[in-house]
């Protein structure tokens, strides 16, 4: 028989875990690597399960245990490549197979410029993007909601200009619009 502890693992591994996955690729990018740190999120979130005290709500626990994970990870990650050569910026990026609309492509140039913000400003991105709050942004990433909200507009302006939606069309600015209306 199941114990409680594995129930409730169980339970926030099915409600959390797409949301802490996309956390994941906001810190590092590759797949693999995102893969491995969201392994170790859950076992972090497994080891210390017992230890939640109920003091916010469980979801912002656990993001906060992804966060702080994710940081640790990248840091290690960027010593490690420092180590390595670099791989020449032409060849970092593979074509995606199989376009097949308009859309897929816009959503996919978004993540692209949303990867070449600065890390605090991709995990914010991020969770605006899963309509997380400004409060639980600001628990999470450990700044203030005020701050969150100033972010939010250099981030959009960010978007926006990296986009160039002139250039692509006005549907590129109801994306980066999106993370201007997050819950607040």
Request: hydrophobic fraction near 35%; glycine fraction near 2%.
């Amino acid at each position: 028989m199941k114990s409680t502890k594995e129930l409730q693992f169980k339970s926030l591994y099915k409600n959390h875990k797409d949301k802490v996955y996309r956390l994941c690729l906001g810190f590092v990018k590759k797949k693999e690597l995102a893969n491995d740190l969201f392994q170790e999120i859950l076992i972090k979130v497994w080891r210390h399960l017992d230890s939640f005290k109920g003091e916010s709500d469980i979801s912002t626990w656990i993001y906060r245990i992804a966060y702080n994970t994710a940081l640790t990870f990248s840091a290690r990650e960027r010593k490690k490549d420092e180590k390595q050569t670099e791989i020449p910026s032409n060849q970092e990026l593979s074509e995606p197979e199989n376009y097949n609309s308009e859309q897929e492509i816009r959503i996919q140039m978004l993540y692209e410029a949303i990867n070449g913000l600065p890390e605090l400003d991709r995990v914010i991105a991020t969770l605006l993007l899963e309509n997380t709050s400004y409060k639980t942004i600001a628990e999470i990433s450990g700044i203030s909601e005020n701050y969150v909200a100033v972010k939010v507009n250099r981030i959009k302006a960010a978007l926006t200009q990296k986009l160039n939606p002139q250039a692509h069309g006005n549907q590129l600015q109801r994306y980066t619009t999106t993370l201007a209306k997050s819950k607040s």
